[in-house]
């Protein structure tokens, strides 16, 4: 019996070898490979693009690089360790990860930092952390829960309570305010729904009610004074050098000084002679089209594009409606927040201070990214793993 007890085991063992094989030879390099050369050259468009004020204000020129070096190491361990667990242990855990999301959110207000008129960050000594970064992925993990456990076609009921889910960090986020953040978790609920096959008469009432809702707050001036002015300088953009369009306005000299191939690393005007605000957060595609080009600005969009289609390929190839939900809402989650980001910088979209996924300084914004990028990658390991 003892020789049986160890024979069984002894076929365990390789099983569970076999799967784990099995597992990494479906990981997906193209995707993988795409975000690091992303996070990349965000470390490197990070440097050039503070490194003359840090020098003015007398600070060590690498202050912002070596910070986003860490922020980077950190998000791609971040990365594996999502990407490690099945991802139904996520399925499993999906409402108790949506109540973190929603403490941290409530949280924010009682303990939180207030900075600029907004009240979005946690401070942890040297650390700053902004849990809105982190609602996109609490929001996806909650709604593919729930879509999952619900077979057939979605009812009107059942959209409503997708509704409420998602309503409440979308209101806490946007109480903070952080408009952005919470058009970009309206964004990612819209394509969430129409994967999980909500009928299209409800979509349609859903986008009434939306356009419904944003007339009603305009005339109610729901939205604070400088999210008005940023919305009327961007459909005005020619009535004049306020304040509120002065950035994107100088975003586009820079990245139309930049030509085909670009000034050189380094070597934009725009960049060194401190012209585009926050150019290492919301404007940092400005230090990429000065110094890149068009050249450079097409690989960096191609990269994006090379993440956006692995992530479709991933939702197409998903071996269960959960998976295939996830990578719906990563998919709108990176994509969107790539075309807000980009759009803004170029005039196309207005101002609502939405990262450029990847690129952009700080940490909370690499690790929401990473490990979205983590539950994809988590989803197509295991399409053809054991069920």
Known sequence: ??????????????????????????????????????????????????????????????????????????????????????????????????????????????????????????????????????????????????????????????????????????????????????????VSLSIMLVAAGVRLRYLLLLLVSVVTVVVLALQAHLLKPYQMQRLTGFLHPNSGLSSYNYDTSQAKIAIASGGMSGTGLGAGSSTNGLFVPNQQNDFIFSAVGEQLGFLGSAVVIGLFGIVAFRTLRAAQSARDNFGRMVCAGALAFIGFSVFENIGMTIGLMPVTGIPLPFISYGGSAAFAFFATVGLVLNVEMRRFGRR
């Open 1 to 186: 019996m003892a020789t049986a007890f160890s024979g069984r085991e002894a076929v365990s063992g390789r099983q569970e070898r076999n799967y784990v094989i099995q597992t990494l030879r479906h990981v997906d390099f193209a995707l993988l490979a795409s975000a690091l050369a992303l996070a990349l050259m965000g470390i490197v468009m990070v440097y050039t693009a503070t490194r003359a004020q840090l020098a003015q204000a007398g600070i060590s020129p690498h202050y912002y690089m070596e910070r986003q070096v860490i922020w980077v190491f950190l998000g791609v361990a971040l990365m594996v360790l999502v990407a490690l667990f099945d991802y139904h242990l996520y399925q499993q855990w999906g409402y108790y990860i949506y109540g973190l999301v929603v403490c941290s959110l409530v949280g924010v207000f009682v303990i939180g930092t207030h900075v600029y008129g907004s009240q979005r960050w946690y401070h942890f000594g040297p650390l700053q952390l902004q849990p809105s970064e982190f609602a996109p992925i609490g929001v996806i993990i909650a709604v593919a829960t729930y879509c999952s456990r619900r077979k057939g076609v979605l009812e009107f009921r059942e959209m409503v309570a997708i509704l409420i889910i998602a309503g409440v960090p979308m209101g806490l986020v946007f109480v903070q305010p952080d408009l952005g953040t919470a058009i970009l978790l309206g």
